[in-house]
């Protein structure tokens, strides 16, 4: 049993004296583990992409990885490693998919999200992130709509979201409930550039629907490389 593609590396730890148990994000595979023992001059850091070949005996086996870096990637990385930032979203991200995502099944759309974030990750900026976490929630059953007011229907003047729906609302129907609901800020209907306080908006209702439907339904924590990030800003 085998097969070949490609992937982005989620997660490598040790197994043994000289494996590893390598975690990949394919296309066709999904979150896919097997046994890696890494030979002089392998690179595989979260985030890259990477050609794999996976073999064993039998499908349900953990099975073997012999991988290869796609061309670019280790310039890539070395243009990043000085970049704590870039470097912390992709911890973030590849910490998420790795916690949450069930093993050896497609998700071919989120992989493709993902796959794009990571190529742009050099010219990336916190609120492309925030988006991705944004489309990370839609791939995973659980999308926000901030397009329309959940109550009037209308397109303009949205300023909060609803916590329980997802759902964007506009500044007269807000006021009764501020105190209860999530403020909406503006990089998520445009391209303007954020200020500080609106990133700490736009990862305040990623974070609610992240832990509220994925986390603490399962009675699990967050990963902490992504609370590492929020404390960046």
Known sequence: MQWEDEGLVLCLRTHGEKSKILTL??????????????????????????????????????????CNLKPGEA???SHLLNDRIKLSMIASCCSLLDQTLSERLPMTSLYHVTKHF???????????????????????????????????????????VSPKTGRSVCYEEAQPYLDKLLELPAFFKSNVAPDREQ???????????????????HVKKAPEARSRLLELF
């Open 25 to 66: 994000f394919t296309p066709t595979q999904g979150r896919h583990l097997g046994l890696f023992r890494p030979q002089k001059g392998d690179v595989t850091e979260m985030g890259l992409k990477v050609e794999a070949k996976w073999s064993a005996r039998l499908p349900e086996h953990l099975g073997q990885y012999r």
């Open 75 to 77: 310039k890539k990385l």
């Open 118 to 160: 990571f190529d742009n990750i050099e010219q990336a900026k916190i609120e492309d992130y925030i988006r991705w976490e944004v489309e990370y929630l839609k791939e995973m059953g659980f999308g926000l709509d901030f397009t329309t007011c959940a109550v009037t229907g209308g397109v303009e003047g949205l300023t909060h």
């Open 199 to 217: 990133i700490r908006q736009g990862f305040a209702i990623t974070t609610h629907f992240i832990e509220k439907f994925l986390f603490h339904a």
